[in-house]
């Protein structure tokens, strides 16, 4: 499997690390259990076109987002992680948020 | 007082002329990383490409970060994060007829897209290396500690191409 | 018809024209007391129990392809029970006991093999985790020995112990560990519910659960509908899909194991090794293939097929260990569709959904868990309640904490 | 027997051979089949269940037959296709799966007993009594199964690896495939051209075919030549494609020394990932057998490799021929032979239309219906218009017909289509992307055809990658087409081989769909057909048209099993080349590593580095005393210690501060510069990830220290929380973890040893930059010895001649280097946690460290880390120490005194055990259920393994200094 990295090109499989799906993207509140539970562990696991998240661990360190059909490998889509500003911890200050 | 010798990742050893390739270790002199915190920069090397200042030479070495190689530091102070690197690499030069050949048993890019003036970041064997292509073969960084392992896994293809070609 | 040397000889001298069907070819009826989907070793065994241990026999097994079709006839084929963490020990020490009765309680020969298992270690923090699986593994009433590596040698002369990349500080050996023959753990159970009346049918697709007011009623399939009261869904692989007709997300992501066969060589390794360092593990078959295997290929995928960098990784591995193997070629490479979920266990319980329940996320060690999994899963579809051996296997525990993750590598699907 | 004037072998150039003992002479280009039939050699081995007698079926790698163990001086490699395997000079080889002798075989009893064997028969017994399985049965079976045998040493031959780019590859050097490649040199694209053969045209060497008007070799040459010169062509003889993978990749096995005598440094095999814009399959087609009676004795051959013996090899595989075929090709052979002047006993033809216009009695409308001879071929038996005529013969040459080798086009699960006409499978369009199938593996069948095929398919693939392409001439060629009649069988009441490597006759696969194995997978499985070295190749597509036939249905209907890699066997060696010895993963080394191999200090493996065990010296005998003194010397002098193994990684920006706050669970924004913080960081399931220290340099300068085991781990990690979670923050990291040489000084004499290098006076957790002459070092006060600690790090060039000097320093004061072993008791003593505390099922709740979790932010896990099973009923870190001072054990369970040991009652486990000097005894840290309230209780500690089962009493997990005032000192 070839992956096309926005920024190094076309590149081996070997060269990433994976990780899972796009589901880690979505930061839960503290507390919100449910939303942790489908942040770490719930996934839709479907049999077709899926938004997985890649690191090029082994060439520039950009974490990607890859749409990839499962079924049949094809991967339609890269983009870099970075810059989409996903997640309310993006949002927030250090100092908010309390045990 | 302490008076601290410096060594080379692979002090002592000499260069390999084997097959059409030359194997050796290269000073690059000082070596630092420039992570611009605005990515859009002028100045920064695209993606894969060189970038040669002078003597200095700034290569691209993945996302929002290169290596100023063999150069001062300049103002990219003001406007990225600097790290030294210097110690951080060995470099060796593999030149020669024969060395895309070889550099071909280890690295998984296509090297055809690889002309002077640009370099990739990827693996040999299984360590993270930084390839530049320069007139007649490529500059390879590897990390210090692996310096060991990268002259042997070229070595061994070198030595396995020399058997290749006396067939 | 009883299986035995006897009938055999007697069949053999007579032209072998007496052997019947192993199992009917039966049509679906409009209705079941109960409904397994899905024909592989966790269905058939589960058929096979509710029918033998709770006199359930008005059932029927829902395959969408052939008898045996998933990870049943496509893994090597390892047998053991070497966990260490309260939930699985208790499960995997009832499945073996399962197994070591097998062909006596199937009158099938699923060559059960216990040639002993051998986990090495290469360094001294993985000895002592090492011997906390042990100790675990005799806590629970199995067996387990520490090797040094001497202790290795006399067993596994063959290996590279002159390698220094990792070098071999010894191996936990589980004696009661070993192989059995896959494909035949599926038709032997398959016989054995077709014998005590369960229907199998085979091509038959499962399109839609049909659930009225929170309960389930009965399944769509590819040849009709089929009501019931009780459906179980065991279709590891395809959790997800199944799953998602009842309107479940489950704690599962797919994805691809490889494993390797080599040709036909005479007897060369006599255990099952496993090499956690290089994640690669190596049995020989009865037929004198080199049966192996490594790590999934890390990525989500139904595709049935692996990719170059993993099947490099276990061939590099296999000769860092033991390089006399070098000359054994590869016949044929494959790839198994694994249940991944975050903590690496399965899942053996109820659903919100009345009457539905779940066997699921056997990672890549279903195998193994075929008898005691279908023997939980019969007990629970029949009594409403959880096995005792399987009731840490809550759906729910992920969302609570309550883990089971042998590999400490944490909620990521794909470390497991 | 040699047929002057014919093949292609180099008659000037004999070359000596062995098999079994005996030595033979062919000459250069033989392989070791056209060898040992030019010899006369018929048998060459024995099959695998019945052990019958085999001889040369095929002319190529699908043979199921002459399989052969070849030696090479202490090594031998199994299973060795004598049709693929050239010979050399001193070549050895030798029949398997025989005993004592390849013509007196023991196990040729099992023939007699075949009627007890039938498929799946071993499900059905062995079961009684139950431990005769494994005792008697198995072994039994396992001994008798098999073929090759390995040498069971290590095979330390060279093997290489390599990666290779093209804009188009093409399989297979045939007719199609020189016409592909010839149209993608042209149009001045990146061309490979693989071939598995020794030399390219595939059956144009084998078959007395024309182009042009001339003979087809001669137009293989002038391809080969232009090929040959073109700068964007690449040639791959002995090369086979083995597997197709997604991407455009492709697997493939380049045989570079196996045709040699063994030389020094040249690698026997070399497997190739290639990746290829598009791919053109000219992989050709294979002959296939048709089912009789006694179809595999030696002798009886396809005929298209009696054809390739004949004009390849100038070979005559028999002395009077007989040909058995449903199809026009198989004339073609006859005609050669004749030709030749071999004598062709009869065409025995299947079609009652077929023609009669040959020089030999040729016999429609007929079958074979029996064979005679064990050893070899002697004579036949075939039905001809109701009557059974009787031949002698001593080579039958058969034809089923032609398999398009469609294999490639099924690694990504695609399914070929069944084509009734040909009466073969043929690719299904598309199935692998990029890869498009031309000539005889297409189903085209005539040499004109696929000459303009391959040139057409080939423009079509170059056009996907949007090149010009100007169609080229195709050279004239015979058009004919290829008639067949189906003949899959020739019913009888004795076995009919369909699979000869796993001895599947027609008789398994009725009785597996007797028994209900109906399913072609459940078929397969039962009877094993198609699971031998073959893969099935000779024998799928007839075992599935038997199949059809038993259960009624069609063979479109019935299908196929599923091809997958390799395409024809790869060594293990090959694909994992370069992972003998240290090249699985690479080697690291620290700046010190030479200095410790000269003190004699044995080196270990941590995680991918080599660090010194410890360091004896002289009236040393075990590690322990070593240890001991190790030990010993920090706590009463000063110890060096290289920790550069340790993750650095320097952390920058006006939000690195920020940044540091959300991946810790404690607060690093309030960190005075030039302090130094203790850090733990979750995963986001809440579990403890690493722990370490971190430094503050500056405003917003960090540098953070990972363990060694985690160091890329939490690299990733914190790539991952900035990418994702931190648009628009301001802070960049790299690693600097090569960049410093750093070296812990440790021990109540620790700062008078820094005293000696530098004035620098650090209060505990402070660091500051010194000048150690010329080289500015960072200097840390830190300790993980529980003494008076610091940490000094150096650019890496220095670090070894800072060793050195450390080491000699602290020699004057009476200390010295310490190593691993000694730097586990010291954190051990001191309660000190490391990896095998934070195993990864561990929270900060079970350290005890719940208050590095800061109530004033969130923090990646945090709140994974509140789920309830997280925080009850846990096991909780204690420090054990055994009555008496007895020895205990890491991996020891706990229970409570006077309990059954037995799990129900496991109360946790011992994770880190050490002999402490300092305290006398040995000490422990472990996990106990509710263990922190549970100090001073005695538990039973139980290590079945080592036969331990003594009292411990709980403690803290600081045995040492509690109060911490030597570390603060």
């Given at each position: 499997m070839r992956i096309t990295c926005p920024l190094c090109g076309p590149r081996d499989r070997r060269e990433f690390y994976y990780y899972g799906s796009e589901d880690y993207l979505t930061q839960p509140a503290l507390g919100d259990f449910d939303a942790i539970d489908a942040h770490l562990h719930l996934r839709d696991n479907l049999a077709g076109e899926v938004r997985d998240l890649w690191y090029h661990e082994m060439g520039c360190a950009a974490w990607l987002l890859v749409t990839r059909n499962t079924v049949t490998h094809k991967i339609s889509d890269v983009v870099q992680v970075a810059g989409g500003g996903v997640g309310i911890l993006a949002k927030m200050k250090p100092e908010e948020g309390a045990l | 007082m302490v008076n601290l010798i410096a060594k080379s990742p692979l002090w002592g050893q000499a260069p390999l002329v084997s097959a059409g390739v030359t194997l050796a270790e290269v000073d690059l002199g000082q070596v630092t990383s420039i992570a611009p915190f605005d990515m859009a920069v002028p100045g920064f090397p695209a993606p894969n490409t060189v970038v040669a200042d002078g003597a200095a030479r700034l290569v691209w070495t993945g996302r929002g970060q290169a290596f100023l190689i063999g150069g001062p530091v300049g103002d990219w102070a003001e406007v990225a994060a600097v790290t030294d690197q210097s110690d951080g690499w060995a470099g060796l030069s593999l030149l020669g007829a024969g060395a895309v050949d070889v550099l071909a048993r280890l690295v998984p890019v296509d090297l055809r897209r690889l002309a002077v003036g640009d370099c990739a970041r990827t693996q040999l064997g299984h360590m993270a290396v930084i390839v530049i292509a320069v007139a007649g073969g490529f500059e390879l960084l590897v990390f210090r500690s692996m310096a060991q392992t990268a002259w042997h896994e070229l070595a061994t293809v070198i030595k396995m191409r020399g058997a290749r070609l006396a067939c | 018809m009883r299986y035995s040397g006897l009938k055999v000889i007697t069949q053999g001298l007579f032209g072998n024209k007496g052997w019947g069907p192993v199992w009917r070819d039966p049509a679906p009826k409009g209705e079941y007391d109960a409904i397994?989907?899905?024909?592989?070793?966790?269905?058939?065994?589960?058929?096979?129990?509710?029918?033998?241990?709770?006199?359930?026999?008005?059932?029927?097994?829902?395959?969408?392809?052939?008898?045996?079709?998933?990870?049943?006839?496509?893994?090597?084929?390892?047998?053991?029970?070497?966990?260490?963490?309260?939930?699985?020990?208790?499960?995997?020490?009832?499945?073996l006991k399962l197994w070591e009765g097998l062909e006596a309680e199937l009158n099938y020969n699923v060559m059960h093999s216990q040639r002993g298992l051998i986990?090495?270690?290469?360094?001294?923090?993985?000895?002592?985790?090492?011997?906390?699986?042990?100790?675990?593994?005799?806590?629970?009433?199995?067996?387990?020995?520490?090797?040094?590596?001497e202790g290795v040698r006399q067993h596994l002369p063959y290996l590279d112990f002159e390698q220094t990349r990792f070098p071999i500080y010894g191996g936990l050996l589980h004696p009661r560990g070993g192989t059995a023959r896959h494909d035949a753990v599926a038709w032997g159970y398959a016989r054995g519910a077709d014998q005590r009346g369960v229907d199998l049918i085979q091509n038959c697709e499962v399109t839609g659960i049909d659930i009225e007011g929170g309960r389930v009623v009965g399944v769509q399939t590819t040849r009709g509908s089929i009501r019931a009261r009780k459906v179980g869904m065991v279709v590891a692989g395809r959790s997800g899909q199944v799953a998602a007709m009842a309107g479940m997300r489950l704690p599962i992501e797919s994805h691809v194991l490889q494993a390797f066969v080599t040709e036909g060589l005479k007897p060369c390794i006599d255990h099952v090794?496993?090499?956690?360092?290089?994640?690669?593990?190596?049995?020989?078959?009865?037929?004198?293939?080199?049966?192996?295997?490594?790590?999934?290929?890390?990525?989500?995928?139904?595709?049935?097929?692996?990719?170059?960098?993993?099947?490099?990784?276990v061939m590099e591995a296999g000769m860092t260990l033991m390089p006399m193997i070098g000359r054994a070629k590869v016949l044929r490479s494959?790839?198994?569709?694994?249940?991944?979920?975050?903590?690496?266990?399965?899942?053996?319980?109820?659903?919100?959904?009345?009457?539905?329940?779940?066997?699921?996320?056997?990672?890549?060690?279903?195998?193994?868990?075929?008898?005691?999994?279908?023997?939980?899963?019969?007990?629970?579809?029949?009594?409403?309640?959880?096995?005792?051996?399987a009731r840490r296997f809550r759906l729910d525990r992920f969302k609570t904490g309550h883990l089971l993750d042998e590999e400490g590598t944490g909620s990521q699907h794909n470390l497991h | 027997m040699r047929i002057e004037g014919k093949g292609r072998v180099d008659r000037l150039a004999p070359v000596r051979f062995r098999f079994d003992g005996v030595e033979y002479r062919g000459f250069e280009g033989d392989t070791l089949a056209s060898a040992l039939l030019a010899n006369g050699v018929r048998l060459v081995g024995r099959s695998f269940k019945y052990h019958r007698p085999r001889g040369v079926m095929t002319a190529g790698s699908e043979e199921p037959n002459a399989l052969v163990e070849v030696i090479d001086g202490r090594q031998q490699t199994p299973n060795v296709r004598a049709t693929v395997q050239e010979i050399y000079e001193g070549l050895e080889a030798k029949s398997q799966n025989r005993w004592p002798s390849l013509k007196y075989d023991v196990l040729a009893v099992n023939d007699l007993a075949s009627r007890f064997l039938t498929a799946g028969f071993y499900y059905k017994t062995f079961m009684w009594p139950r431990k005769f399985w494994e005792r008697i049965y198995e072994p039994l079976i396992r001994r008798a199964a098999g073929l090759g045998s390995l040498s069971g040493r290590h095979d330390e031959a060279e093997y290489e690896k390599a990666f290779a780019f093209c804009d188009l590859l093409v399989i297979g050097a045939g007719p199609a495939g020189l016409m592909a490649a010839l149209q993608a040199a042209r149009a001045g694209a990146d061309v490979i051209l693989a071939d598995e053969a020794a030399q390219m045209g595939g059956r144009?060497?084998?078959?007395?075919?024309?182009?042009?008007?001339?003979?087809?070799?001669?137009?293989?040459?002038?391809?080969?030549?232009?090929?040959?010169?073109?700068?964007?062509?690449?040639?791959?003889?002995?090369?086979?494609?083995?597997?197709?993978?997604?991407?455009?990749?492709?697997?493939?096995?380049?045989?570079?020394?196996?045709?040699?005598?063994?030389?020094?440094?040249?690698?026997?095999?070399?497997?190739?990932?290639?990746?290829?814009?598009?791919?053109?399959?000219?992989?050709?087609?294979?002959?296939?057998?048709?089912?009789?009676?006694?179809?595999?004795?030696?002798?009886?051959?396809?005929?298209?490799?009696?054809?390739?013996?004949?004009?390849?090899?100038?070979?005559?595989?028999?002395?009077?021929?007989?040909?058995?075929?449903?199809?026009?090709?198989?004339?073609?052979?006859?005609?050669?032979?004749?030709?030749?002047?071999?004598?062709?006993?009869?065409?025995?033809?299947?079609?009652?239309?077929?023609?009669?216009?040959?020089?030999?009695?040729?016999?429609?409308?007929?079958?074979?219906?029996?064979?005679?001879?064990?050893?070899?071929?002697?004579?036949?038996?075939f039905r001809y218009h109701g009557g059974e005529v009787q031949l002698a013969t001593d080579c039958l040459g058969v034809s089923g017909g032609w398999n398009p080798l469609v294999h490639l086009t099924c690694h990504m699960n695609g399914r070929p289509q069944w084509d009734g006409a040909l009466a073969a499978f043929v690719p299904q369009a598309g199935a692998v992307p990029g890869l498009h199938v031309a000539g005889a593996a297409a189903g085209v069948f005539s040499l004109g055809h696929c000459l303009a095929?391959?040139?057409?398919?080939?423009?079509?693939?170059?056009?996907?990658?949007?090149?010009?392409?100007?169609?080229?001439?195709?050279?004239?060629?015979?058009?004919?087409?290829?008639?067949?009649?189906?003949?899959?069988?020739?019913?009888?009441?004795?076995?009919?081989?369909?699979?000869?490597?796993?001895?599947?006759?027609?008789?398994?696969?009725?009785?597996?769909?007797?028994?209900?194995?109906?399913?072609?997978?459940?078929?397969?499985?039962?009877?094993?057909?198609?699971?031998?070295?073959?893969?099935?190749?000779?024998?799928?597509?007839?075992?599935?048209?038997?199949?059809?036939?038993?259960?009624?249905?069609?063979?479109?209907?019935?299908?196929?099993?599923?091809?997958?890699?390799?395409?024809?066997?790869?060594?293990?060696?090959?694909?994992?080349?370069?992972?003998?010895?240290?090249?699985?993963?690479?080697?690291?080394?620290?700046?010190?590593?030479?200095?410790?191999?000269?003190?004699?200090?044995?080196?270990?493996?941590?995680?991918?580095?080599?660090?010194?065990?410890?360091?004896?010296?002289?009236?040393?005998?075990?590690?322990?005393?070593?240890?001991?003194?190790?030990?010993?010397?920090?706590?009463?002098?000063?110890?060096?210690?290289?920790?550069s193994t340790l993750g650095k990684i320097d952390i920058q920006g006006r939000d690195a501060a920020r940044f540091l706050?959300?991946?810790?669970?404690?607060?690093?924004?309030?960190?005075?510069?030039?302090?130094?913080?203790?850090?733990?960081?979750?995963?986001?399931?809440?579990?403890?990830?690493?722990?370490?220290?971190?430094?503050?340099?500056?405003?917003?300068?960090?540098?953070?220290?990972?363990?060694?085991?985690?160091?890329?781990?939490?690299?990733?990690?914190?790539?991952?929380?900035?990418?994702?979670?931190?648009?628009?923050?301001?802070?960049?990291?790299?690693?600097?973890?090569?960049?410093?040489?750093?070296?812990?000084?440790?021990?109540?004499?620790?700062?008078?040893?820094?005293?000696?290098?530098?004035?620098?006076?650090?209060?505990?957790?402070?660091?500051?930059?010194?000048?150690?002459?010329?080289?500015?070092?960072?200097?840390?006060?830190?300790?993980?010895?529980?003494?008076?600690?610091?940490?000094?790090?150096?650019?890496?060039?220095?670090?070894?001649?800072?060793?050195?000097?450390?080491?000699?320093?602290?020699?004057?004061?009476?200390?010295?280097?310490?190593?691993?072993?000694?730097?586990?008791?010291?954190?051990?003593?001191?309660?000190?946690?490391?990896?095998?505390?934070?195993?990864?099922?561990?929270?900060?709740?079970?350290?005890?460290?719940?208050?590095?979790?800061?109530?004033?932010?969130?923090?990646?896990?945090?709140?994974?880390?509140?789920?309830?099973?997280?925080?009850?009923?846990?096991?909780?870190?204690?420090?054990?120490?055994?009555?008496?001072?007895?020895?205990?054990?890491?991996?020891?369970?706990?229970?409570?005194?006077?309990?059954?040991?037995?799990?129900e009652n496991d109360q946790g486990y011992v994770t880190s055990v050490c002999y402490s000097p300092t305290l006398g005894g040995y000490l422990g840290l472990a996990f106990l259920q509710d263990g922190r309230a549970r100090h001073g209780e005695m538990v039973r500690l139980v290590d079945h393994l080592r036969g331990i089962d003594l009292l411990c009493e709980v403690s803290d997990p600081v045995f040492y200094d509690k109060e911490g005032g030597l570390l603060r000192g």
């Open positions: - | - | 397994i989907i899905g024909g592989g070793g966790h269905g058939l065994s589960t058929a096979y129990y509710l029918a033998k241990n709770h006199g359930l026999t008005n059932i029927a097994v829902l395959e969408k392809g052939y008898i045996g079709s998933g990870n049943v006839g496509r893994n090597t084929t390892i047998v053991r029970a070497n966990y260490f963490l309260p939930g699985n020990s208790e499960f995997y020490s009832h499945s986990n090495l270690f290469h360094s001294d923090g993985q000895r002592d985790a090492f011997v906390r699986r042990g100790n675990a593994m005799i806590n629970q009433g199995d067996d387990a020995i520490l090797l040094d590596r090794v496993s090499f956690g360092m290089g994640h690669f593990y190596i049995s020989q078959s009865d037929k004198g293939g080199l049966v192996f295997g490594g790590d999934i290929d890390f990525y989500a995928s139904y595709a049935s097929r692996g990719n170059l960098p993993m099947v490099e990784h494959w790839g198994g569709i694994m249940d991944m979920t975050p903590d690496g266990s399965p899942i053996i319980d109820k659903t919100p959904v009345d009457g539905l329940f779940i066997d699921a996320g056997w990672n890549y060690g279903g195998f193994k868990a075929v008898p005691a999994s279908g023997w939980c899963m019969a007990h629970l579809m029949a009594t409403g309640e959880s096995h005792a051996v | 144009l060497l084998a078959d007395s075919a024309e182009i042009d008007g001339k003979p087809a070799q001669d137009w293989v040459a002038e391809v080969l030549a232009e090929l040959e010169a073109a700068p964007n062509v690449r040639l791959m003889r002995r090369t086979t494609v083995t597997g197709a993978y997604d991407g455009g990749t492709f697997g493939a096995l380049e045989r570079v020394g196996l045709h040699l005598a063994a030389r020094p440094d040249l690698p026997r095999e070399c497997f190739w990932r290639i990746v290829a814009g598009q791919a053109v399959l000219a992989a050709g087609a294979q002959e296939r057998m048709i089912a009789f009676e006694g179809n595999d004795r030696p002798g009886i051959m396809t005929a298209s490799s009696l054809r390739t013996y004949l004009n390849q090899y100038g070979v005559a595989a028999g002395k009077r021929v007989t040909i058995f075929a449903n199809n026009d090709d198989a004339r073609q052979t006859a005609r050669d032979l004749m030709a030749a002047g071999v004598t062709v006993v009869a065409i025995i033809d299947a079609r009652p239309d077929a023609s009669v216009a040959e020089d030999c009695p040729v016999y429609t409308g007929a079958e074979v219906i029996g064979t005679t001879g064990r050893h070899g071929l002697t004579g036949i038996t095929h391959g040139a057409e398919v080939a423009a079509a693939a170059l056009a996907v990658l949007g090149h010009k392409v100007a169609p080229i001439a195709v050279p004239q060629a015979d058009e004919a087409g290829y008639d067949i009649m189906p003949v899959w069988e020739v019913k009888g009441s004795r076995r009919a081989w369909l699979d000869f490597a796993n001895d599947v006759t027609t008789k398994d696969v009725r009785q597996a769909a007797q028994e209900g194995f109906a399913s072609v997978e459940h078929m397969k499985r039962y009877t094993t057909q198609g699971m031998a070295p073959d893969q099935g190749k000779n024998s799928n597509i007839g075992a599935l048209a038997v199949l059809a036939d038993a259960t009624g249905r069609g063979i479109a209907q019935t299908g196929v099993t599923t091809y997958r890699p390799p395409f024809s066997p790869v060594s293990i060696a090959a694909i994992g080349a370069g992972g003998r010895a240290e090249g699985f993963a690479p080697q690291r080394f620290m700046t010190s590593h030479s200095a410790s191999v000269e003190r004699g200090a044995p080196m270990i493996e941590a995680g991918l580095w080599y660090r010194p065990s410890y360091f004896p010296r002289p009236g040393e005998v075990t590690w322990r005393q070593a240890c001991d003194r190790e030990v010993a010397m920090v706590r009463s002098a000063v110890g060096v210690c290289d920790v706050d959300l991946v810790y669970t404690n607060v690093f924004s309030t960190l005075p510069i030039g302090r130094v913080r203790y850090g733990l960081m979750l995963r986001a399931d809440g579990h403890v990830l690493d722990d370490g220290t971190t430094a503050r340099l500056a405003e917003n300068h960090y540098v953070m220290t990972t363990t060694t085991a985690a160091a890329g781990l939490v690299m990733r990690h914190l790539e991952f929380v900035a990418q994702a979670y931190c648009a628009g923050w301001e802070v960049r990291f790299i690693s600097v973890t090569e960049q410093w040489a750093q070296f812990a000084v440790a021990g109540p004499m620790a700062k008078t040893l820094i005293d000696t290098l530098t004035q620098a006076d650090l209060p505990f957790m402070g660091c500051a930059l010194v000048q150690l002459g010329d080289v500015t070092a960072r200097l840390f006060r830190i300790s993980f010895s529980g003494e008076q600690g610091y940490e000094i790090a150096v650019p890496a060039r220095y670090g070894e001649a800072l060793f050195r000097d450390l080491l000699a320093r602290a020699e004057t004061l009476g200390g010295g280097p310490y190593g691993m072993e000694a730097l586990n008791v010291l954190r051990i003593e001191k309660g000190f946690i490391t990896h095998s505390e934070i195993h990864g099922r561990i929270t900060a709740f079970d350290i005890g460290m719940a208050k590095m979790i800061s109530a004033k932010k969130d923090c990646i896990g945090k709140g994974a880390a509140l789920r309830p099973g997280l925080l009850e009923g846990r096991e909780q870190l204690v420090g054990l120490r055994p009555v008496n001072d007895a020895m205990i054990s890491a991996g020891a369970h706990l229970f409570a005194p006077g309990a059954e040991v037995k799990r």
